[in-house]
């Protein structure tokens, strides 16, 4: 299924939508718009076993929450910077990924926790950070080039950061340290080297995909779900045309379609029939997967439920354990002050009798001394 799809989505591109990107301030304002629209609840992510990546339509936003959070707490500084992800104190990556999962439910088969989500976040979290390091070097290596061919007064690149927020002593640190450093320097060549070798006759450009800023995963899922609504729509008797499949799974654009490229133009002659039936399907699919949820969320309950009363009864026995271990040692504790008191008063008995015979062993030998 997804070789097939991978064919059929190769041939076409997603046209990029007008640019949201922000920085500053700004910065993940969108992201904390659509929680607060769905008031308060984490938006939805998955991962699946063949994909192995971030999935769905909040595949792109979750990334980019992610390297935000890198750039914020993994920041150089005057006297220190990782080499890569591997290197950060692992305080600080539970730190950046905990700020991510704040905002996203990320879930393998409707349950967060599991060792292929975490899988997921190290290996995006990596790959995120070996980027934000090369568009470092690479402002770093085209300041310098522009420097040493202009001499230009305020264009030393010891003076021009990567960012605002990255001080100065910092960025020295990171071009004496990290940029110059001729081991690194020499792995980065070798790297360069490989990325632009030919696998299987395929230049480097021709195996870039054509999705738009999306990543592979995160279109091929969404749009995976547009091959199932259609097909459903198909054997409903309804069938959907192309825009209205757009519509309903990537939303309504202005100029052109989403999901087909730059040539299909959106429709100015759709029928209000036509837009009430894909408003229907869409109701249909999402009261579907409201079901869905419902019924594993139900599941998950139950299965909480049934844990929780084990537990509960793995507790009373422990109690009605503990309560006969104390009632048995009580018994024997008394028990044993009762042989211990028995044999007291044996004791203080024979010692009573020993010294009423040795008192009479004593008037006896006095009586016979007076004889």
Not at 76 to 100: E, M, N, Y
Not at 175 to 192: C, L, N, T, V, Y
Request: charged share 35%; glycine share 4%.
């Amino acid at each position: 299924m997804y070789l097939s799809l991978l064919l059929y989505y190769s041939c076409i591109s997603i046209a990029a939508a007008p640019s949201r990107r922000v920085r500053g301030p700004t910065l993940g304002k969108r992201v904390r718009r659509l929680i607060e629209g769905k008031d308060g609840k984490r938006l939805r992510v998955y991962v699946t076993q063949e994909m192995r990546t971030f999935c769905g339509a909040n595949a792109t936003k979750v990334a980019n929450e992610l390297g935000s959070q890198i750039r914020r707490m993994c920041r150089p500084t005057a006297d220190s910077f990782c080499h890569s992800w591997k290197l950060v104190p692992s305080q600080v990556q539970r730190a950046v990924i905990q700020a991510v999962r704040d905002k996203f439910e990320v879930t393998e088969n409707d349950v967060e926790y599991t060792p292929l989500v975490e899988q997921v976040f190290k290996r995006k979290a990596n790959l995120l950070y070996k980027d934000w390091k090369w568009r470092m070097t690479d402002h770093y290596e085209k300041t310098n080039d522009h420097y040493e061919k202009t001499k230009e007064d305020g264009k030393n690149p010891y003076q021009l950061p990567f960012t605002e927020d990255i001080s100065q002593e910092a960025w020295k640190f990171m071009i004496d340290r990290i940029f110059k450093d001729p081991e690194w320097k020499a792995r980065k060549i070798a790297g360069k080297k490989n990325r632009n070798t030919p696998v299987d006759g395929f230049s480097v450009a021709s195996r870039g995909h054509t999705l738009g800023s999306r990543s592979f995963a995160a279109a091929i899922t969404i749009e995976a779900g547009m091959v199932a609504t259609r097909d459903e729509a198909s054997q409903s008797g309804c069938p959907l045309t192309d825009e209205e499949l757009s519509r309903i799974h990537l939303g309504k654009a202005k100029y052109y379609i989403r999901g087909f490229g730059v040539g299909p133009r959106p429709s100015s002659f759709s029928s209000q029939s036509s837009s009430n039936l894909a408003q229907q399907e869409l109701q249909k699919v999402q009261s579907e997967q409201e079901l869905l949820r419902e019924e594993r969320q139900r599941e998950r309950e139950e299965y909480e439920r049934r844990w929780e009363e084990e537990r509960n009864r793995q507790r009373q026995r422990e109690e009605e354990q503990r309560l006969k271990d104390e009632q048995r040692q009580q018994e024997f504790d008394n028990r044993q002050r009762q042989r211990e008191e028995e044999q007291r008063l044996k004791d203080e008995q024979r010692q009573r009798e020993f010294d009423e015979l040795k008192a009479m062993m004593m008037r006896h030998m006095r009586g016979r001394d007076n004889v």
